[in-house]
């Protein structure tokens, strides 16, 4: 068990194009979260899966975003039409249980 | 909206000595955690604590939740240079949602 994965680890990006990150929880996790991180403050939420199913999403995850984790297992973030405002480190966390989170070591995003 | 507040923002102090930190809300939450996070990289889970008075100890870690489950503190014992790093705590919000709201954190810079 190599920990959550998440690829890539960085990504620098042109205003307007599309980007789409990958994370594979650790396997025996249920739960799968995305989380966004800017400069100097905690991770806020964007969204949730249990299993396959997406049973949460925050406002923050406008029209641009959309997230799929076919078959419960990895999990992909896709951006659409990127603004600078979507530079941040995008996080993901699994977990067996409601709490106690394993996170990857995040998708750090520039935007230019 | 709930908000979970860190204090201090910033600490630095010399090897050896003792620190606490706290995390304050209004809101009540089902389970606190706290996380240490070093720059680059994702969140590593140090404890969650669940019942109100609750505490928990890691080591030269304390953790304590607050009667009411609305704050923590973390208090760090003869503090070590590894022990440098930004310290987040999260709540698990009532209701059945399963997001953690973050704080801030507080960022430890402990000098040999």
């Not at chain 1, 799968?32 to 995850?61: D, H």
């Not at chain 1, 039409?81 to 520039?110: I, K, N």
Request: net charge positive.
């Amino acid at each position: 068990d190599t920990g959550v994965s998440q690829n890539p680890r960085h990504k620098i990006t042109k205003r307007g194009q599309n980007v789409t990150f990958r994370c594979d929880p650790i396997s025996e996790h249920n739960r799968l979260y995305w989380y966004r991180q800017t400069l100097g403050q905690g991770p806020e939420f964007l969204t949730y899966f249990q299993n396959e199913a997406q049973l949460e999403k925050s406002r923050l995850l406008s029209d641009r975003f959309s997230a799929e984790r076919p078959k419960g297992s990895f999990s992909t973030l896709e951006i659409q039409r990127t603004e600078q405002g979507d530079s941040a480190m995008y996080l993901c966390a699994s977990s067996f249980r409601a709490y106690g989170y394993t996170f990857g070591s995040g998708t750090r995003l520039t935007v230019v | 909206t709930q908000l979970l507040e860190q204090s201090p923002q910033f600490l630095s102090i010399q090897e050896g000595e003792n620190l606490t930190v706290y995390c304050n809300s209004s809101s009540v939450f089902s389970s606190l955690q706290w996380y240490r996070q070093e720059p680059g990289e994702g969140p590593v889970l140090l404890v969650t604590v669940v019942t109100g008075g609750e505490v928990k100890k890691l080591k030269r870690l304390t953790f304590q939740f607050g009667d009411a489950r609305k704050d923590s503190s973390l208090h760090i014992t003869a503090a070590q240079p590894g022990d440098t790093g930004l310290y987040l705590c999260a709540g698990e919000t009532q209701g059945g949602s399963e997001k953690l709201v973050f704080g801030k954190g507080t960022k430890l810079t402990v000098n040999p």
